[in-house]
Every structure is written in structure tokens, then in C-alpha cells.
């Protein structure tokens, strides 16, 4: 009975920690945002940097988003047109297609690969530099890490996330095509067809402002991660999974976020 009646307590101070701990967060994040800012807006972070920072970031993941890409459209090509009775055309899986891929696969996808292949990667590397003093060395020499790390990693993942997923959805799209040529008989133009015919203007935009904000918000909870490690290699292993756990959280909540604050 002891243990049952204190239950509730146990629980109030799991949420309670919880709580402490998810606040402390937010404000970490919010603070090095600010600070991230307030040094692009004084032109305290290179060019040179972030653009070496978005060509390791764009080309070295471009194969696997491509890969994901081009399995997305396959498996959505191949269950659509399995789906499919004969009182619905054949051309309406070209739309099936194109707007699951634009509004939620290419995006998600590529955001996906961008967490395992960047994001732990830079809270490891960050890490790594934090628990071997390294960043306390950049301090004694007078020199901000915010400058010459936080911000180029920022800034490229903002650049390039944006642009990994318009190619996601381009060869999603044309995966799908074949796909549903060889499966179902469903020609290029009407495929086309069908995908011009329920288009939104808007929907090419609302997946690159998604993809904005992704490229925002896994380089941004990575380096937090990163500087804030402490305890060793162990620290460095521990904080890595706890990043990469928040990006894809984080990634799943703004992607069911998005469609009440812009689809409606």
C-alpha cells in the first residue's frame, strides 16, 4: 500500500525533471539562436566557412537523399496504383504521387538522412571539442566558437536542406512515374496529366518553407548538444543519441504542425 500511495509522487517528480530538463533546453537553444544571429548580423561569420560547411553537408549526403528519394516514390507509385479500383482513373496516381512525395515524403526524408548523416555528426565533432577543452582554448585565444562553428554549420544547413529536398522531390516524382509505367500501364503524359490537374501553386513553397525549417532546427538542437557535453567519450556517446533522438522528435512535431498552420 506504501508503494501504491507513492506513486503519484514518483510520477510528479519524473514530469517535474522532465520539465526542468526540457526547459533548460529550450533556453540553451533559444540563447545560442540569439547568438548565432546577433554574429551574422555583425558579419562575425565567414563565407568561406559556411559554404565549405554546405558542400560537405550537400554533397556528401546528396547520394543517400537521392536513394531515399527515388525508394519513396517507388513504394508510394507501387501501393497507389495497388489501390486503385477501376472506378478511379489512372491518371489521379500521378497526383497521389506528386503530393505525397512534395508535401511529406521528400521533405521528412531527406530531413531523416540529414540526422544521421549531419546532425550526429556535429554534436560528436562539437562534443568532442568540448570535453577535450578545445572550445575553451578557442575562448583563451580570443576567439567566439558561436563565430567560427555554430554559425557556418547554421547557415549551411539552412542553405542546403532547402535544397536537398527540391532534388528529393524531383527524383521522387520521376521514380514514381516509372514505377506506375511499368506497374500499371500509366503512360508519362498521363501522368503528368494527372499531376498538373490537383497541383496547388503553393504546395512547391509550402515544401521548401518545411524544409527550411528542418534545416533550422537539426543543426541548431545538434550544437547545442554539442557544446553543452560534458563527462568524456561517454558524454560524447551519451549526448550524440540524446540529439539525435530530439531531432527526429522535433522533426516529427513540426511536420504535424505544419498542415493546420498552412494547409488550412
Avoid at 514518483?10 to 533546453?25: E, K
Avoid at 506528386?98 to 548523416?117: C, D, K, N, Q
Avoid at 541548431?220 to 557544446?227: A, E, N
Amino acid at each position: 500500500m506504501r508503494r501504491v500511495s507513492r506513486l503519484p509522487l514518483v510520477l510528479l517528480r519524473g514530469f517535474g525533471r522532465a520539465s526542468v530538463g526540457f526547459s533548460r533546453h529550450v533556453g540553451g537553444i533559444s540563447l545560442l539562436t540569439a547568438r548565432i544571429a546577433r554574429a551574422v548580423v555583425t558579419g562575425h561569420v565567414s563565407p568561406r566557412r559556411v559554404a565549405a560547411e554546405a558542400f560537405e553537408m550537400g554533397i556528401g549526403s546528396l547520394p543517400l537523399v537521392a536513394m531515399t528519394a527515388v525508394l519513396s516514390g517507388v513504394v508510394t507509385s507501387q501501393q497507389g496504383g495497388y489501390q486503385f479500383t477501376s472506378s478511379i482513373p489512372l491518371y489521379v496516381l500521378g497526383s497521389v504521387v506528386t503530393s505525397s512525395v512534395v508535401l511529406e515524403l521528400g521533405p521528412v526524408m531527406t530531413a531523416f538522412v540529414l540526422i544521421g548523416r549531419v546532425g550526429a555528426r556535429i554534436t560528436a565533432e562539437i562534443g568532442t571539442m568540448a570535453v577535450s577543452e578545445q572550445i575553451d582554448a578557442l575562448y583563451s585565444l580570443g576567439r567566439d566558437p558561436v563565430h567560427t562553428l555554430a554559425g557556418p554549420r547554421l547557415l549551411a544547413g539552412m542553405l542546403v536542406t532547402p535544397a536537398l529536398v527540391a532534388i528529393a522531390n524531383l527524383v521522387g516524382i520521376f521514380a514514381g512515374l516509372a514505377v506506375a509505367r511499368a506497374s500499371v500501364g500509366l503512360g508519362p503524359e498521363s501522368f503528368l496529366y494527372g499531376a498538373r490537374m490537383f497541383w496547388h501553386s503553393w504546395d512547391l513553397l509550402y515544401s521548401l518553407t518545411k524544409a527550411l525549417a528542418f534545416g533550422f532546427i537539426i543543426p541548431i538542437i545538434s550544437l547545442h548538444m554539442g557544446l553543452i557535453t560534458h563527462g568524456g567519450a561517454e558524454g560524447v556517446g551519451r549526448n550524440t543519441t540524446t540529439a539525435v533522438v530530439f531531432m527526429i522528435i522535433s522533426v516529427l512535431v513540426l511536420d504535424a504542425t505544419f498542415p493546420p498552420l498552412f494547409l488550412n
